[in-house]
Every structure is written in structure tokens, then in C-alpha cells.
């Protein structure tokens, strides 16, 4: 898993065959997690929302820290939301 972002590479299983040919969420979104090897996407931005989406597995490699970037991005959003922060709607990055 490739997040172009932040120039990250984490291994993870890609059991899970879950493509598309359209924006079937009918609503603006950014690409966030790219697949270092076959260049599908496994996670999404949500423009102008606190949301995003994952699909791998950041557990699948060993150490008890895998996931945290991505719970350390949830609890910042979950922080600015409640600070009263606008949200950002040109990248999607909170």
C-alpha cells in the first residue's frame, strides 16, 4: 500500500478483489492509498467531509504500531472537529 501523500509503503494481503469503473459514491473524493504493485486504489478522501476509507489490511504486517498513522489521522480529525475547525473541501487531507 502506497499513500503518494506522505511517500508511505506498508505491506498488506490483497485477497479482496473489490474494483470499479465509476464514482459509484456520487460524490467528490480524493485518492488517498494507492497499491504499490498492481496500482489499484485502496483508499478514499471524502472532499468537504471529516471521512475516509481504507481497503487492506494495515494489520497484515508484523509490529504492534501498523494502523496507527491511521488512527492518529482519525483522532485529528475527531480533534477538529470538536475545536470547531472549518473543514477543508479543496484536497480532502481532514
Known sequence: MEDPDKGML?????????????NELEAPFKVR???????????????GKRAF????HPEACPGPHDASPL???????VDDHLAG?????????N
Open 85 to 93: 475547525i472549518p473543514i477543508p473541501n479543496s484536497r480532502g487531507d
Open 71 to 77: 488512527f492518529d489521522r482519525f483522532a485529528g480529525m
Open 10 to 22: 506498508a505491506p498488506h494481503p490483497s485477497g479482496a478483489c473489490s474494483a470499479r469503473g465509476r
Open 33 to 47: 492509498y494507492v497499491n504499490a504493485n498492481d496500482r489499484t486504489v485502496e483508499g478514499l478522501d471524502l472532499i
Open 53 to 56: 476509507t481504507i481497503q487492506y
